[in-house]
């Protein structure tokens, strides 16, 4: 989850955007990361219309240090507050610890703010992203769906999908294994933390990573340290999620991948994650050089405790004999049929015993 950088709304924080809020004289707050904590530290008082105001935006920006950005619009929503705008400026030229923690840290700043205050955002790299002809690109590319409804829109996103996925079909005669895949491109930041991975355990800043969609591209959720007792607690369990994470058993280290989607998910959010977990997974291979060991999938998080975490790789009985070792599910290899799976119980590998009463009570 977002929130596992450690860092928090600053108190000073929370009172300067409360008093903004309801006052409404307050056109911009810039927000950093200061002493592992989100401060205020800059603002601009309402002095014209949006447009005129906020021009002062590009001046909160800097070419190699990442800032959160919050101008207040000029609408307001059904309680009669005014709306706000949220901007995250992550520079390519910013140090690789300062991007992890301003990616994997904006959901919290906006959660403990209140969600429902921020009616849009917008994610850049470059100041130029953030000039007022850039935010007009941006609604631009923004209300080019508006003729659809939601459903519609979900429903437009499962033809495209169907459609790649018809591009690449082998033929009937063709015993290649297909799995449809919508290349989503992979974030920077995602790259450098996957990457970490594969240090040594005591180069690693950390061993678990979790990933999510947003605009159409793979970018970083959190990146931390996690025990395998608290796997299970730490992946979110309400959205969709891609998590990598190092584990032991026995001395030995596995590189482990979920891919986890609650069944409340919307339609649209269960055939993008559904598509794009294996491009996900070479994604991480190709570019990151991460060898994964176990690829699972759950619709529960909470099912990934460290029993059955440290059954799964735990390395299979070579005595043969049917019915001894069950087929284990791999889900990210074929389609799983009858919808999504669980996590079966740790003890599903022993055999079921037959009772003589029951192989007497056979026998004619």
Same mark, same amino acid.
């Given at each position: 989850?977002?929130?596992?950088?450690?860092?928090?709304?600053?108190?000073?924080?929370?009172?300067?955007?409360?008093?903004?809020?309801?006052?409404?004289?307050?056109?911009?707050?810039?927000?950093?990361?200061?002493?592992?904590?989100?401060?205020?530290? /800059? +603002?601009?008082?309402? @002095?014209?219309?949006? *447009?005129?105001?906020?021009? &002062?935006?590009?001046?909160?920006?800097? !070419?190699?240090?990442?800032?959160?950005?919050?101008?207040?619009?000029?609408?307001?929503?059904?309680?009669?507050?005014?709306?706000?705008?949220?901007?995250?400026?992550?520079?390519?030229?910013?140090?690789?610890?300062?991007?992890?923690?301003?990616?994997?840290?904006?959901?919290?700043?906006?959660?403990?703010?209140?969600?429902?205050?921020?009616?849009?955002?917008?994610? /850049? +790299?470059?100041?130029? @992203?953030?000039?007022? *002809?850039?935010?007009?690109? &941006?609604?631009?590319?923004?209300?080019? !769906?508006?003729?659809?409804?939601?459903?519609?829109?979900?429903?437009?996103?499962?033809?495209?999908?169907?459609?790649?996925?018809?591009?690449?079909?082998?033929?009937?005669?063709?015993?290649?294994?297909?799995?449809?895949?919508?290349?989503?491109?992979?974030?920077?930041?995602?790259?450098?933390?996957?990457?970490?991975?594969?240090?040594?355990?005591?180069?690693?800043?950390?061993?678990?990573?979790?990933?999510?969609?947003?605009?159409?591209?793979?970018?970083?959720?959190?990146?931390?340290?996690?025990?395998?007792?608290?796997?299970?607690?730490?992946?979110?369990?309400?959205?969709?999620?891609?998590?990598?994470?190092?584990?032991?058993?026995?001395?030995?280290?596995?590189?482990?991948?979920?891919?986890?989607?609650?069944?409340?998910?919307?339609?649209?959010?269960?055939?993008?994650?559904?598509?794009?977990?294996?491009?996900?997974?070479?994604?991480?291979?190709?570019?990151?050089?991460?060898?994964?060991?176990?690829?699972?999938?759950?619709?529960?998080?909470?099912?990934?405790?460290?029993?059955?975490?440290?059954?799964?790789?735990?390395?299979?009985?070579?005595?043969?004999?049917?019915?001894?070792?069950?087929?284990?599910?791999?889900?990210?290899?074929?389609?799983?049929?009858?919808?999504?799976?669980?996590?079966?119980?740790?003890?599903?590998?022993?055999?079921?015993?037959?009772?003589?009463?029951?192989?007497?009570?056979?026998?004619?």
């Amino acid at each position: 989850m977002s929130h596992q950088s450690g860092i928090k709304v600053s108190e000073e924080l929370a009172n300067t955007f409360s008093e903004a809020v309801k006052n409404g004289n307050t056109r911009i707050l810039r927000v950093s990361i200061i002493d592992e904590a989100l401060s205020v530290n /800059g +603002t601009t008082p309402v @002095e014209g219309t949006f *447009e005129q105001d906020y021009a &002062h935006v590009l001046g909160y920006l800097d !070419d190699k240090v990442p800032a959160y950005v919050l101008v207040r619009l000029d609408t307001k929503n059904s309680e009669g507050e005014y709306n706000w705008l949220f901007l995250a400026h992550v520079p390519d030229n910013a140090k690789v610890r300062d991007k992890m923690l301003y990616a994997s840290t904006r959901a919290t700043l906006t959660k403990e703010l209140g969600d429902n205050r921020f009616s849009d955002n917008m994610y /850049g +790299t470059d100041k130029n @992203e953030f000039s007022w *002809e850039g935010y007009k690109k &941006h609604l631009a590319h923004k209300n080019a !769906d508006a003729p659809l409804t939601q459903r519609e829109r979900e429903l437009a996103e499962i033809k495209q999908a169907e459609a790649r996925a018809a591009t690449d079909y082998q033929g009937t005669t063709s015993r290649q294994t297909f799995s449809p895949h919508i290349t989503y491109p992979i974030a920077d930041e995602v790259k450098t933390a996957l990457s970490e991975l594969t240090k040594p355990k005591d180069e690693r800043p950390h061993n678990f990573v979790t990933l999510h969609l947003v605009n159409e591209k793979i970018v970083l959720d959190s990146a931390a340290n996690v025990s395998t007792d608290q796997i299970h607690r730490t992946i979110d369990p309400k959205d969709p999620r891609f998590t990598f994470f190092i584990m032991e058993n026995n001395g030995a280290e596995h590189k482990v991948f979920v891919y986890s989607c609650p069944s409340s998910s919307k339609i649209r959010e269960r055939m993008l994650y559904s598509c794009s977990k294996n491009f996900a997974i070479k994604g991480a291979e190709g570019e990151c050089g991460l060898t994964v060991d176990k690829k699972l999938e759950t619709s529960d998080p909470t099912e990934l405790t460290e029993k059955y975490l440290l059954e799964e790789v735990r390395p299979e009985p070579r005595t043969g004999g049917a019915g001894i070792v069950a087929e284990r599910v791999q889900m990210l290899s074929q389609p799983a049929q009858g919808g999504f799976k669980r996590p079966a119980a740790p003890n599903r590998r022993r055999p079921q015993q037959v009772l003589p009463t029951q192989t007497a009570a056979a026998d004619p």
